[in-house]
């Protein structure tokens, strides 16, 4: 594991543009105690639906050029995302990410950055999820499917603890907050840049995933690149916009706003497989 100070050394030495820190997910990660990641090894999950899905005019327009720098937490002087959360040492980043996305989702939806909404991410994980799925993770195209089939809870109704819980019949058919309606699964490696940004630019943030290097812990701001090919995990983040100026994507993760920017991250185009080898999920909502 990469130590706070062999991390800081690694970033001098190879010039990078990052900045090292002591985070409480650095000191669980470099002692081998993280558990906070979740995506389970991709398979190639069909898109949700038919037909081609809407797009969004009030922020880029609907042009055919791409914006060069996309951030939702800034569009049109709003802030159209939801607060940073932590997911904590259960494996459920896939629903944090989801949830994430679709609270996004909803407000462009409503082209109303002010309308609050708090998805229930236990609602979406233990009773979507796998029975053991703190420790195993999961997959954001079976996370959007039961966003479809049954729907997301408000949190209030579900509140998330991060550990291992049961789903009775009562809590499965809570009244949802929203349901996915269909979505497109962005190939990583068949579908280039422009088409992901396409869906970022033209109807919000997307659902993503990324290898977790064992320096990332550490993070405590600036464009990402890993100083170490060690792996650790797979994990699902939300990303909510790009920058081609600088070469990075932006992500809003879930381990709480004590690490990185405040919860957020930029992650250097090419770094972590968050290009092309994590499909990015491109969701469309009804608001109930």
Not at 10 to 36: D, K, P, Y
Not at 107 to 132: M, Q, W, Y
């Amino acid at each position: 594991m990469r130590s706070l100070k062999e991390t800081q050394q690694a970033i001098v030495s190879q010039s990078l543009n990052w900045e090292a820190g002591r985070t409480g997910v650095g000191e669980l990660m470099s002692a081998g105690h993280f558990s906070g990641f979740g995506l389970k090894p991709a398979f190639k999950e069909p898109s949700g639906g038919r037909g081609k899905l809407g797009h969004q005019t009030f922020a880029f327009g609907g042009g055919n050029s791409l914006p060069t720098q996309v951030d939702w937490r800034n569009v049109n002087d709003s802030d159209w995302t939801s607060p940073i959360r932590d997911q904590a040492q259960c494996g459920s980043c896939v629903a944090f990410a989801t949830c994430g996305v679709l609270e996004s989702r909803a407000k462009i939806v409503r082209k109303d950055p002010h309308f609050e909404l708090n998805l229930s991410e236990a609602h979406l994980f233990f009773c979507g999820g796998p029975t053991d799925g703190c420790e195993v993770g999961w997959q954001p195209g079976s996370a959007l499917k039961f966003a479809r089939e049954v729907g997301i809870a408000h949190e209030r109704d579900f509140p998330y603890v991060p550990r291992q819980l049961t789903c009775s019949a009562d809590q499965r058919a809570l009244p949802p907050a929203v349901k996915v309606t269909r979505w497109r699964r962005l190939d990583g490696q068949g579908q280039g840049d422009a088409e992901r940004k396409k869906a970022i630019s033209g109807r919000g943030p997307v659902i993503g995933g990324m290898n977790v290097h064992s320096d990332f812990g550490w993070y405590k701001g600036g464009i990402y690149r890993p100083t170490t090919t060690e792996i650790v995990g797979r994990h699902a983040i939300a990303v909510i916009g790009y920058d081609d100026e600088k070469g990075f994507w932006i992500i809003k993760n879930s381990w709480g706003a004590g690490w990185g920017e405040g919860g957020w991250a930029k992650i250097g185009y090419g770094s972590c497989g968050i290009d092309g080898q994590f499909d990015f999920y491109d969701p469309e909502i009804t608001v109930l």
